[in-house]
């Protein structure tokens, strides 16, 4: 407990006069109607994210009132404020080129207004990482909730989820096994209720990850959105901001060294989005924990996967949850996991898990760690002459025949260019080589999309194709699969050897050794480096993409600003 003012008494607006300041702001409240009563509680605010351009968040008005009535019995006054809302698939060139802009409107929101503690409101792809970045930063007590992930829907006796099924029925209708009427059929069913991506994808991974560092109350990442135990989360989540007022739950004090290790360990054993490394790095980076991928090789092979979801495995997030959800994924893992971190509540890990009474598990769904899925984690890192600072490559959604390999470059030197011969029925490529996407990078004009997942070229879908070796410094959505090495760092935009790379050359890959080598001289490298010349960098002149230029730092530290990096 400290002497600071409460509520809205605190943090006042400079008028030279501090009673006056109050007095005012006092008067201005009253307007709105809430009682003497009622502004004399602790304020507890609400990162409110609601938007016509987010799908996902479209309950977010019935979960909004579910955690003012938590705020208000447990004797707090609700303030919910907007920040910037990220619906992925709105967003123009990619949603990752606003998450830091996100970050920075939850961090001064947070330190500008009068709050005593704070509910972050998120749950799609790119929410949760800004808003847990922008709450450390801030460093106020804080709670994450997230919105929960959509049902699956049904077509033709079949359950669909977005979006590995998306990808999956698409990939069909351009190798001529769906035709046009089927896929306007599926369209409509792919997205059926309000939430997030009905799979394993970014949002459900964060969602499990902020669970994992003890910024989310236990239990509930899995939660439908639609579920009235959603509601009762909201509820229970706005309870608990109340009971951070004071306290020294911040969250510096439960993102640590060792609860960032528990966070990566469970994003390995449940096979999460590839999406999740970089907001995990951009998240622990500002709470100056540094994550290193050779850590991350190290946890993978002690990790083992043990859920089977989409897009690696066979179930959706609903089935996630009814088979245990995180509280079973954590038993199984418990002696691999820092026990003693705090959480939210005030209980470390190890109490967390001893207190979980729910002992039944779907072993269909969730596996024991004596019968793992995989023996060892769902992501793995490659260095080499390719990616000297790393790239990142989703094995448990990749196929494994394809794990030591060299192949012919298939070079796309951007993705304008990729989109113009990837098609083409005379484009020279087979099986057998490895396609390349430059230019697709953080400090890329694109801005990193998610166009890591290459399209097979039509005319080896078409002969049946279903995976080849796909390299890029761009990113993949969380619901996608294939054998595709992501996150080539540094990016060919600033530089990197991905950007010397011509077509025909030799690429080598070994998952085993963990390591991905263009196999070409140094000095032919050498002479390609000296004739060129990026012109793949954003051309930004004023706002905020000229900020991000500036800025924007490689996929190995996350893909933060540097500015916005501790001291
Ligand atoms: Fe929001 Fe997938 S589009 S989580």
Redesign the pocket.
Known sequence: MTDKPRGIANDLTHYGDADFALYLRRSFAQSMGYSRALLSRPTVGIAYTPSGF???HRNFPELLEAVKRGIIAAGGLPLEFPTISL???FLNPTSLKFRNLMAMDTEEMIRAQPMDSVVLMG???KTVPAQLMGAVSANRPAVQFVVGPMMTGHHRGERLG??TDCRRFWAKYRASEVNDQEIDEIEGRL?TTAG??AVM???STMACIAEALGMMLPGTAAIPAVHADRLRVAEATGALAVSLIGSERRPTQIITQKSVENALRILLAIGGSTNAIIHLTAIAGRANVPVSLERMNELSDTTPVLVDLKPTGAHYMEDFHAAGGMGAVLRELKPLLHQDCLTITGETLGERIESDHTQWVDRKVIASSDKPIEPWGGLVSLFGSLAPQGAILKRSAADSSLFEREGRAIVFSSLEDMARRIDDPNLDVTADDFLVLQNAGPHSASFMPEAGYLPIPKKLARMGLKDMVRISDARMSG?AFGTVILHVTPDAASGGPLGLVRQGDRIKVSVQERRLDLLVSEEVLHERRKETQSNHKPKAERGYARLYAEQILGADQGCDFKFMLPD
Do not use: K, L
């Open positions: 987010n799908n996902c619906g992925e698939v749950g799609c792809d977005a979006c997205a997030t991506c994808g970014t949002a619901t």
